[in-house]
C-alpha cells in the first residue's frame, strides 16, 4: 500500500513542480502515439469499410487473418521492425532505427488491424442497413465507402480510441525499436518499465498514473470534440 | 425535363434463387404514364418483379429492355422500400442526399429540399434526426427523397404497410400528385382499397406468374382468371 500512495504522491509532485523530463517524455508519448493513430487510422478506416462491402474470393480468409492480426504481440513486431531498420536490414540505410519514427512504424502495424477489425464489424452492420438503399440510388463505390464513414464516425471513434489506447500503453515494440534513450526515444511506458527496473517504484507509479491520466484525457478530449453524447443516439 | 417517353418490356425474364424459381417466366410490356399496381399473395414475386425492373435483381433468364439507354434509367428510377430506411442523418441531410450524389449545386439543392419539406408535411423536423422519427413520417421522408430527383419512374414495395389512415391518405396524395407531374409508378400493395383508389392498371401474380395484366377498371370489375376473382373475393389463395 505504501508504494501506491507514494506513487500517488509522486505523480502530484511531477506535475506539481512541472518537471522537464516528465514533459519530455509525456510529449513525446503523445507525439508517437498520436502519429501512429492517424496514419493507422488512415489506412485502417478505408481498408475496414471497403472489406464490408466487397465481396471478392478471399474475404473471409482476410478477415480471419486481420481478427487474428489484432493480438499481433507487440515484442515480435518490434523485433521484426528492428530487423528491417538496422543497419544490416533492407532499410538500414535510412538510418531510422532508435528514432521516434521506428518507434511510429512499429506501432502503426500493431494498431491497423485492431482499428481495421473494428471498422470492419461496424462497417458490416451499418451496410447491411443501407445497402439496399445506396444500391438504389445507384451510388458509385466511392461515395458508398464514404456514406459509411461518415455515418458510422461514432463507431469509428470508439476503433479509433481503442487503437490510441493499445498504442499509448504499449511498450515490447517501442522499447527495442526506440531503445527508451533518454531524451530521444524515452516515453512514459519504457520511463516505467526502466523505472520499476531500477526498483524507484514511487517514481514508476507516479509516471504510471500521469499515463492513466493522459488516456482519460485525450478519450475525453476527442469525446467532447467530436460531440458523442450532445447528439444523442441515432 | 422533356425526355423521350420511357417504357419498359420484359422478354420471358426468369429469376431464380438457390435453384428455385421466383420469378417467371414473365412478358411484359408497361407504358410509358400511369399508375400500375402489382397485386398478389405473398411470395408472388411482386418484390422480385419491381427489382427486376430497377435492375437491382439478378435475372437468370430473359431480358428487360427499356426505351432509353441503361445509363440513363437507374438515373430516372427511385425505389421506395416496405421498411423505409432512414440515412443516420438530420432530415434535411436524408432529402439532400440523393442531389448531393448527382452533384447538383447547394442552392438548388437547399431549395429543393425545403420545398419537398413542406410537400411531406416535414418542414418542423428539418433539423430531427431521422432515424427517431415516427413510422408515418419515416415513409413521408422516404417518398420525398425518392421524388426529390424527380424521377420519370417510381417504385413503391407496400409504402404503407404498418401505416395508419391518415399517413396512408398522405402518402396517397403525394403519389398522385407526383403522377399529375408526370412520374410513372408502379407499387406493390395488400390493400385492395388503395389498389381501387389509385391504379390505372393492374398487374397480377401468383407463385412467380403474371396472371393478368390490364386497366384496373376492368380487372376489379370482371378478372378474367378464377385465381384473381378468387383474390379480389378475399378467399385464401396459395
Given amino acids: 500500500m505504501n508504494e501506491i500512495w507514494a506513487g500517488v504522491q509522486e505523480a502530484f509532485r511531477l506535475i ?44 473471409r480468409f482476410t478477415i480471419a487473418v486481420l481478427n487474428a492480426l489484432m493480438g499481433l504481440p507487440p515484442v515480435v513486431v518490434g523485433l521484426v521492425v528492428y530487423l528491417l531498420l538496422s543497419r544490416s536490414g533492407p532499410f538500414g540505410v535510412m538510418g531510422l532505427l532508435f528514432t521516434p519514427t521506428a518507434m511510429i512504424i512499429a506501432q502503426v502495424i500493431i494498431i491497423t488491424p485492431l482499428i481495421a477489425s473494428i471498422t470492419h464489424q461496424a462497417m458490416r452492420e451499418l451496410w447491411s442497413e443501407y445497402h439496399d438503399l445506396l444500391i438504389s440510388l445507384n451510388t458509385t463505390k466511392r461515395q458508398r465507402v464514404v456514406a459509411l464513414i461518415w455515418d458510422g464516425r461514432r463507431t ?79 | 425535363m422533356v425526355s423521350p417517353a420511357i417504357s419498359v418490356c420484359l422478354d420471358s425474364v426468369v429469376v431464380k434463387r438457390r435453384g428455385k424459381t421466383v420469378l417467371g417466366p414473365v412478358d411484359l410490356c408497361l407504358q410509358a404514364d400511369g399508375f400500375t399496381i402489382v397485386l398478389g399473395p405473398n411470395g408472388a414475386g411482386k418484390t422480385t418483379l419491381l427489382k427486376v425492373l430497377h435492375g437491382v435483381e439478378r435475372v437468370s433468364r ?90 420519370k419512374v417510381l417504385f413503391l414495395d407496400e409504402p404503407c404497410a404498418n401505416l395508419d389512415g391518415r399517413s396512408t391518405r398522405e402518402i396517397e396524395e403525394l403519389l398522385y400528385d407526383a403522377t399529375k407531374a408526370g412520374t410513372r409508378i408502379i407499387m406493390t400493395t395488400h390493400d385492395l382499397g388503395q389498389a381501387r383508389r389509385l391504379a390505372d392498371s393492374v398487374l397480377f401474380l401468383m407463385n412467380g406468374a403474371l396472371h ?27
Avoid at chain 2, 438530420?90 to 449545386?105: F, K, T
Wanted: hydrophobic residues 50%.
Fill in chain 1, 16 to 59: 506539481f513542480i512541472l518537471d522537464a523530463d516528465l514533459i519530455e517524455i509525456t510529449l513525446r508519448s503523445l507525439e508517437v502515439s498520436l502519429t501512429a493513430l492517424v496514419i493507422a487510422s488512415a489506412l485502417a478506416l478505408p481498408f475496414g469499410t471497403w472489406l464490408a462491402i466487397r465481396r471478392f474470393r478471399y474475404r
Fill in chain 2, 212 to 238: 393478368e395484366h390490364g386497366a384496373a377498371s376492368k380487372f376489379f370489375a370482371a378478372p378474367s382468371t378464377s385465381e384473381a376473382q378468387a383474390f379480389l373475393n378475399g378467399d385464401i389463395i396459395e
Fill in chain 2, 62 to 151: 430473359g431480358s428487360v429492355q427499356w426505351s432509353i439507354p441503361n445509363a440513363q434509367v437507374r438515373e430516372a428510377q427511385a425505389y421506395v422500400f416496405q421498411s423505409p430506411i432512414m440515412l443516420r442523418r438530420s432530415v434535411r441531410q436524408n432529402l439532400a442526399y440523393p442531389l448531393q450524389l448527382i452533384g447538383i449545386d447547394k442552392a438548388e439543392i437547399a431549395s429543393r429540399v425545403v420545398d419537398w419539406a413542406q410537400k411531406t408535411g416535414l418542414q418542423d423536423a428539418l433539423d430531427f434526426p431521422a432515424p427517431r422519427l415516427s413510422g408515418g413520417e419515416k415513409q413521408k421522408l422516404a417518398l420525398g427523397r425518392a421524388l426529390i430527383r424527380m424521377p
Fill in chain 1, 156 to 234: 469509428l471513434m470508439t476503433a479509433a480510441l481503442a487503437g490510441f489506447g493499445r498504442a499509448i500503453g504499449e511498450v515490447g515494440a517501442i522499447m527495442i525499436v526506440g531503445g527508451n534513450i533518454d531524451h530521444a526515444t524515452r516515453v512514459l511506458t519504457t520511463a516505467i518499465a526502466l523505472e520499476t527496473g531500477k526498483g524507484d517504484f514511487a517514481l514508476a507509479l507516479g509516471l504510471g498514473f500521469v499515463l492513466i491520466t493522459l488516456t482519460l484525457v485525450v478519450n475525453l478530449a476527442i469525446h467532447a470534440l467530436s460531440r458523442t453524447e450532445q447528439e444523442g443516439t441515432w
